[in-house]
């Protein structure tokens, strides 16, 4: 499955890439949907081109979210997919203050693209059925695990 976020500069597609991708809450309400229809994508590229120019596109592996989704499904806690494989920023580390803060690993960026000239850029990083090791032990002590 892919999603795509648009940034205003070539900056932060750099920092995304570096250090990987802050959201709040839920990474749906700062993503869209990357459906393989031309008419669906033109659409979307006329509603987010106020945005920005750069488009950075995030691809998760089926069989990883199926397993993943499967796992949330077994616990109590509601829990979004993406966060389950983010890092969480506690409140009081949050660039923005009052917030929970996720961190989407940089090895699920896809690449990117300029919206002016559809010019794409391979993350040589990209692993989309990687789970992030380092958060495994920390979800068992949350108890998301």
Same mark, same amino acid.
């Given at each position: 499955?892919?999603? +795509?976020?648009?940034?205003?500069?070539?900056?932060?597609?750099?920092?995304?890439?570096?250090?990987?991708?802050?959201?709040?809450?839920?990474?749906?309400?700062?993503?869209?949907?990357?459906?393989?229809?031309?008419?669906?994508?033109?659409?979307?590229?006329?509603?987010?081109?106020?945005?920005?120019?750069?488009?950075? +596109?995030?691809?998760?592996?089926?069989?990883?979210?199926?397993?993943?989704?499967?796992?949330?499904?077994?616990?109590?806690?509601?829990?979004?997919?993406?966060?389950?494989?983010?890092?969480?920023?506690?409140?009081?580390?949050?660039?923005?203050?009052?917030?929970?803060?996720?961190?989407?690993?940089?090895?699920?960026?896809?690449?990117?693209?300029?919206?002016?000239?559809?010019?794409?850029?391979?993350?040589?990083?990209?692993?989309?059925?990687?789970?992030?090791?380092?958060?495994?032990?920390?979800?068992?002590?949350?108890?998301?695990?």
């Amino acid at each position: 499955m892919l999603y +795509v976020h648009v940034a205003p500069a070539i900056d932060i597609v750099n920092s995304v890439l570096q250090s990987g991708f802050y959201y709040d809450d839920i990474f749906q309400k700062t993503t869209d949907i990357l459906v393989n229809n031309e008419s669906t994508f033109d659409y979307w590229l006329y509603q987010r081109r106020a945005y920005g120019n750069y488009a950075i +596109v995030f691809g998760f592996d089926t069989e990883m979210m199926s397993q993943v989704k499967n796992h949330i499904q077994t616990t109590v806690r509601q829990i979004e997919f993406q966060n389950l494989i983010s890092y969480s920023i506690p409140e009081s580390h949050s660039p923005i203050e009052g917030e929970d803060i996720h961190c989407l690993p940089s090895m699920y960026v896809k690449g990117w693209f300029k919206l002016s000239d559809f010019s794409w850029n391979v993350n040589s990083n990209y692993c989309p059925a990687a789970f992030p090791s380092a958060l495994v032990p920390v979800l068992k002590e949350q108890g998301a695990l």
